[in-house]
């Protein structure tokens, strides 16, 4: 069902208080707080807006109900598809990355993880998954992820780091569930989500069987801490806009013995397949960039050619280069977004898996270039987003003529666009909130030597090198001349396949 954003922020309120900030325990209604708690209500009430229906909104597999996009399974590739684009017109209203990904990710990865669990070791989790997936969407969750791992020495695995708290483990076994140690980091809007669903971060050893562990839990579990970093655009006292209203909240998460029921338990000690889950919602996550990354281009590439607007620049051919620079890094990440949903596979829960080649690509190709677009967007605004007077001087009576004076450039445009414009630039470029966010276009779903692992690990190069000899005319006595485009079939079948999808669509 769909819920109002009204109804979501009172559900939030009503949460124990379990976050501290500045060295004290806050609520959810902290000021701090609220900038990314709006990003959210922003996804509630897309959802009831007419025009994103059916993009922001779909049919629930399990009853027929409207549910928001954000509570879906992607059961066909129109749905990763829908995903991208809900995605990309998300950031498009608040101005960056607008969160709720993260919780659908998991959701997607654990059917089809908890699936392949129960076909391999005869266990319920998937049952278990199902009612959890049922009441996920009959109240329109929102749900942060935690992955990654504080991870101690980094050249140590799991089991032989000298704490072994420094990866989330199971400590005990009890009739009614399961206790959980540990921390999670860089866990982003942990303190307004409804619910936390918890991953594995890596692969694990029989040894380190109390490391695979997947779970999901209220955000107000007891046990359960939030050492919380809020970060916004600076507060707006006079020209308040619509991206000056939104922010995000990123923090350390303790698990102090926190007590999971078993129906909430979806991994519990399957070592072998820690690294599938992991991977599994690493690439659900880096399609999800494919979407995501591209919006927040889109606005970079907005404030760029509105800044050489004002200035009466926009014709010059240094601008058209970079503004064409910019599309193409927009457009080549969509595309990969949409290459990895075309080619996806099905797997044995219905659920479709995005091409990871394709995934991995569009991820890596977002984190090279995030602080290439933002350089981009510093050339041509110049330095004046450094050095823009308070918003204060441009509401003083004695200061503001000044302002609407020197302030001015391209004829036409009048000072308050022009202070408008530089002070989001600002925002954009040389706050904390910005640097916030450039460093989370390099590591967010993953840091670009994450993806390159990926792609090596799943492209068949050794399919090149056939090609290659057999352009060269070099024999190979181990191969078959069938053997030899076994790899170019494969392909071609799956292209096959995925045509017959969308012919059987006309």
Not at 33 to 45: C, F, L, S
Request: glycine share 8%; charged share 25%; aromatic share 10%.
């Amino acid at each position: 069902m769909l819920i109002s954003s009204g109804e979501w922020v009172e559900r939030q309120l009503r949460m124990k208080k379990n976050v501290y900030m500045g060295g004290e325990l806050v609520g959810r209604d902290h000021p701090l707080i609220v900038p990314g708690r709006n990003v959210i209500a922003m996804t509630y009430d897309m959802a009831q807006d007419p025009k994103y229906k059916g993009i922001c909104t779909t049919t629930s597999h399990l009853d027929g109900s409207e549910i928001n996009r954000w509570c879906n399974l992607h059961l066909s590739v129109e749905d990763l598809l829908i995903k991208q684009k809900s995605t990309r017109c998300g950031i498009h209203n608040c101005g960056f990355c607008m969160q709720r990904c993260m919780g659908n990710d998991g959701l997607n990865a654990l059917c089809v993880v908890t699936k392949e669990l129960d076909e391999k070791y005869d266990t319920d989790y998937h049952q278990r998954y199902q009612e959890y997936l049922k009441f996920f969407q009959k109240n329109d969750i929102t749900s942060a992820l935690a992955q990654t791992d504080v991870k101690g020495d980094r050249l140590k695995r799991p089991a032989d780091q000298d704490d072994p708290d420094l990866y989330v483990r199971i400590v005990d076994k009890k009739p009614g569930g399961i206790v959980v140690r540990g921390a999670k980091c860089h866990i982003t809007m942990g303190v307004y989500a409804d619910e936390m669903i918890v991953v594995p971060t890596r692969a694990m050893r029989e040894e380190e069987k109390d490391y695979a562990v997947a779970f999901a839990i209220p955000t107000d579990t007891k046990g359960l801490y939030f050492l919380n970093r809020a970060s916004a655009p600076r507060t707006r006292k006079f020209f308040k806009s619509p991206m000056s209203e939104y922010g995000s909240s990123d923090a350390f998460t303790i698990f102090d013995d926190v007590f999971v029921p078993w129906e909430r338990v979806f991994m519990c000690g399957e070592y072998q397949e820690a690294a599938r889950l992991a991977l599994v919602f690493a690439n659900y996550h880096r399609h999800a960039y494919c979407g995501c990354k591209p919006g927040v281009t889109d606005v970079i590439m907005g404030f760029t050619e509105l800044v050489a607007e004002y200035s009466g620049i926009e014709r010059a051919q240094h601008v058209r280069h970079e503004m064409a620079d910019l599309i193409a890094t927009a457009e080549l990440i969509y595309a990969a977004g949409i290459a990895s949903s075309v080619n996806a596979q099905k797997s044995s829960s219905g659920v479709m898996i995005p091409d990871p080649i394709y995934s991995n690509v569009g991820r890596r190709l977002a984190g090279e270039r995030i602080y290439h677009e933002h350089n981009v967007l510093v050339a041509i605004a110049g330095g004046l987003p450094a050095t823009l007077p308070f918003e204060d001087e441009f509401a003083n009576e004695k200061t503001a003529p000044f302002l609407e004076k020197y302030m001015a450039r391209k004829k036409g445009i009048s000072a308050e666009a022009i202070h408008r414009c530089f002070r989001s630039i600002s925002d954009l470029s040389c706050s904390g909130f910005g640097s916030v966010w450039q460093i989370a276009g390099v590591h967010g779903g993953g840091s670009p030597i994450m993806e390159t692992i990926a792609i090596l690990a799943n492209y068949d190069l050794k399919q090149k090198v056939d090609i290659a000899k057999f352009l060269a005319g070099i024999e190979y006595p181990e191969k078959s001349p069938e053997e030899i485009f076994r790899g170019e079939k494969k392909d071609l079948e799956r292209f096959r396949e995925h045509l017959n999808i969308y012919e059987k669509k006309r």
